[in-house]
């Protein structure tokens, strides 16, 4: 037989806390959550975690020769502005300066360090591989396309880095040698043919950067600049017979 016993409500004490404690508590108030939105993060960190800009061989005796040079200059001389806002590492080449001079002056007055010279075509001689960081992410300007540009584009990527062929800021003697360099390295993986403007703003990555004005002070000075350089660089190919 069941037995039903009789409920009994049991009386539950006050649970005390000490006074330290309870002056540590804060009310929630609700109104004040509501009326404080959230502030996001202002970032402080570059989307390219190590970025680096190359510019190969631009001496003076080249300008006679090289189709467009002086649109190579512009373009490069818009990097170099970019570089010293953010602080962006830049290595620099001559090839064989006793014999063929040294950097044309536009490019050479900003320059954070001398060139390095060397006798290989390609920029990645062991004194500029000492300085890279690992997985460097570099904008490579320069002559010429189709020699000097493919094997340091080449060689940087079978280093382990990440080259930026800039298409507005190379060139060759032969007009017709630019656009054929240019089309093998986009076939090659790893390495990636863009522009001077894309690569900045890719390497910034967030318009909300502390250093947004910098880039965006660049981009405006060279506007019309960069307009006719891209009217010329990359050449258009040649119509065909």
């Not at 016993?5 to 330290?20: C, D, K, M, N």
């Not at 920029?123 to 570099?138: D, G, N």
């Not at 300007?141 to 880095?161: F, K, N, P």
Request: proline residues 9%; positive net charge.
């Amino acid at each position: 037989m069941l037995i039903r016993r009789p409920f009994h409500l049991q009386t539950l004490r006050p649970v005390i806390f000490p006074s330290s404690n309870l002056a540590r508590l804060r009310p929630l108030s609700l109104s004040h959550s509501l009326s404080s939105p959230l502030k996001m993060a202002t970032p402080t960190e570059l989307r390219f975690k190590n970025p680096a800009i190359f510019v190969c061989d631009m001496q003076d005796k080249f300008r006679n020769v090289i189709y467009e040079f002086d649109s190579i200059v512009t373009t490069t001389v818009k990097l170099l502005a970019y570089a010293q806002s953010l602080s962006i590492p830049v290595h620099t080449t001559t090839q064989t300066s006793a014999k063929l001079g040294a950097t044309v002056p536009a490019i050479a007055d900003l320059l954070p360090s001398p060139p390095h010279d060397k006798t290989k075509f390609s920029m990645l001689v062991p004194s500029v591989a000492a300085q890279l960081q690992p997985q460097s992410r570099i904008a490579l300007v320069g002559i010429e396309s189709h020699i000097c540009i493919t094997q340091t584009a080449l060689d940087l990527r079978d280093a382990g880095h990440f080259p930026y062929v800039i298409a507005d800021g190379v060139s060759s003697c032969n007009r017709g040698e630019v656009g054929i360099a240019l089309d093998r390295l986009r076939s090659e993986p790893g390495i990636t043919v863009t522009t001077s403007e894309s690569w900045m703003y890719e390497c910034l990555g967030d318009a909300s950067h502390p250093l947004f004005k910098s880039l965006i002070t660049v981009v405006k000075n060279k506007s019309s600049e960069t307009s006719k350089v891209l009217s010329v660089l990359p050449p258009a190919p040649a119509p065909k017979i």
